[in-house]
């Protein structure tokens, strides 16, 4: 039976045993990631459960290795056969140590990835609320024109909303951040200006 080969059992549970080990430590490098993603205690729930099968794997070294001193090895034999009446637990621990194993990769491989994706997104957020703002700031400091402006159909002065009757240039340039040059059009020259060509 499997209880009968030492040297294997001895082996699985070290495996084992090893596996939690190497768990926590990538849990340890892994704590600011995990407290990034608000995942700590749920992988302290996993480790505690992980703690446990490495326990019952270390009170099977015991019982092949520490027992033997302390009563015949017979009797430690029968205690290692209670703890295994059958070879169910034999599936039961690769299943287990691939799950560790799985989780412990899973640790190892995608939360330093995740934890980089975070740091680019918030970097990427802080640029767009830098972005708006600045937006916000120029559609601040814009000033249009739109609706229907009365306009005089003769010397072509703008009513405003006080009911006053401004130049346009007035109107526009206190209205816009237009600014106004003068000088004069091919054909108001011709008409203004006839004598000096």
């Known amino acids: 039976m499997i209880w009968n080969s030492i040297i294997f059992m001895t082996i699985i549970d070290l495996a084992i045993i090893g596996l939690t080990i190497f768990a926590f430590i990538t849990i340890q490098k892994q704590k600011p990631t995990l407290e990034k993603l608000n995942l ?3 992988i302290q729930i996993v480790f ?3 703690t446990i099968i490495a ?3 270390l009170l099977d070294l015991i019982t092949m290795f520490v027992l033997p001193f302390f009563m015949p090895m017979k009797k430690a034999m029968a205690i290692m056969k209670d703890l295994h009446l059958n070879q169910k637990w034999f599936v039961a621990l690769f299943g287990i140590g691939f799950l560790v194993l799985g989780l412990t990769y899973l640790l190892k491989v995608l939360l330093p990835g995740v934890g980089k994706l975070m740091d680019k997104l918030n ?5 767009q ?3 708006i703002s600045e937006l916000s700031e120029a559609l601040a400091e814009i000033k249009t024109l739109h609706g ?3 306009i005089c159909s003769f010397c072509k002065k703008i009513k405003d909303d006080k009911g006053a009757w401004d130049i346009m240039e007035t109107y526009i ?3 816009t951040e237009a600014k106004f040059s003068h000088g004069v059009c091919p054909d108001c020259q011709k008409e203004h200006y006839v004598d000096s060509m």
């Open 40 to 42: 700590q205690r749920g």
């Open 55 to 57: 326990l019952f794997y």
């Open 123 to 127: 970097l990427k957020e802080e640029e």
């Open 129 to 131: 609320k830098k972005t």
């Open 48 to 50: 505690l459960g992980l």
């Open 173 to 175: 340039s206190e209205h």
């Open 148 to 150: 229907i402006l009365p």
